[in-house]
C-alpha cells in the first residue's frame, strides 16, 4: 500500500485527464496534521472535499454524555465530505489525525464545480451517497431489534469480511465500547454477549482479530 497518494490514485479522479489532475492540484489547499490533531470539528459548515494524501484520519463522533465513539478510519487515497457538500448540512462528526497526516481540500465553488462538470466525478459521488443511505439503513435494521444479543451479533456480523478461502474475519476489532454504541447497549453487555458466543464456539478470539466460526448462527442484516 502507498504511503503517499497523488490526485491521479484517487478512486473519485480515476479516469479524469492529466490536464484535470494538473489544475486541481493547483485549487486544493493542502495542510500537514500531526497525530490526535482535529482536522475538523463535527459541527463545522461542509464547504470542502477532503483528500487524504498520507497517514490516516479517524472518524469520531460524540455523545451527549462527551464520549468519544470510533466510526471509521479513513487512509492515504480516500475523500470525505462529498454528501455534506451537495446535502448543505453541517459536519456529522470530527476527523482527527490517527498519524501524522498530509490533507487536502477542495473547497465548495471548485468542488462544485468539479461533480457538475465531470459526469464520471457525478456518478462516483451518487454511488458514494447510495452506500452511504444504505449504511444507514442497515444501522436502523440493527436498532430495530429488540433484543441485546441480536443487536451485538448483527453489529459483529456487518463489521466481517468474508474471504475467498470461506473464513468470516474481524479483522483489527473496534473496542468493547464501540460495539456498545452501535448496538446500543452497555460495554458489559457486549463482554458478556462475546464471551458467550466464545463458550458456544461460534466466534474464536485471534489477538486483535475475531474469528466467525459458526456466521449462520449470528442475526444476518448484512443483506
Request: proline share 2%.
Amino acid at each position: 500500500m502507498k504511503s503517499h497518494y497523488d490526485l491521479k490514485d484517487f478512486e473519485l479522479l480515476e479516469d479524469v485527464s492529466q490536464d484535470l489532475i494538473e489544475q486541481l492540484k493547483t485549487k486544493i489547499k493542502y495542510t500537514k496534521f500531526k497525530k490526535k490533531d482535529f482536522v475538523l470539528l463535527k459541527g463545522d459548515e461542509s464547504n470542502s472535499i477532503v483528500f487524504i494524501m498520507q497517514g490516516e484520519v479517524d472518524v469520531i463522533d460524540e455523545t451527549q454524555a462527551g464520549q468519544d465513539i470510533w466510526l471509521a478510519t479513513l487512509k492515504a487515497g480516500m475523500t470525505s465530505g462529498e454528501m455534506g457538500l451537495i446535502t448543505g448540512s453541517a459536519r456529522a462528526a470530527h476527523l482527527v489525525a490517527k498519524t501524522d497526516a498530509h490533507v487536502g481540500f477542495l473547497y465548495r465553488k471548485e468542488a462544485v464545480d468539479l461533480i457538475l462538470n465531470q459526469p464520471t466525478i457525478a456518478w462516483r459521488v451518487m454511488q458514494q451517497m447510495a452506500n452511504m443511505i444504505h449504511h444507514n439503513n442497515r444501522r436502523l435494521a440493527v436498532l430495530s431489534l429488540p433484543d441485546a444479543r441480536e443487536r451485538v451479533e448483527a453489529v459483529l456480523l456487518q463489521m466481517a469480511s468474508r474471504y475467498a478461502n470461506g473464513m468470516t474475519v474481524i479483522e483489527n476489532l473496534p473496542s468493547q465500547s464501540i460495539v456498545a454504541h452501535l448496538a446500543n447497549t452497555s460495554r458489559e453487555t457486549v463482554s458478556r454477549i462475546i464471551n458467550q458466543l466464545v463458550k458456544e464456539k461460534v466466534i474464536e478470539k485471534d489477538r486483535r482479530r475475531l474469528i466467525i466460526r459458526r456466521p449462520e448462527c449470528l442475526e444476518d442484516l448484512s443483506q
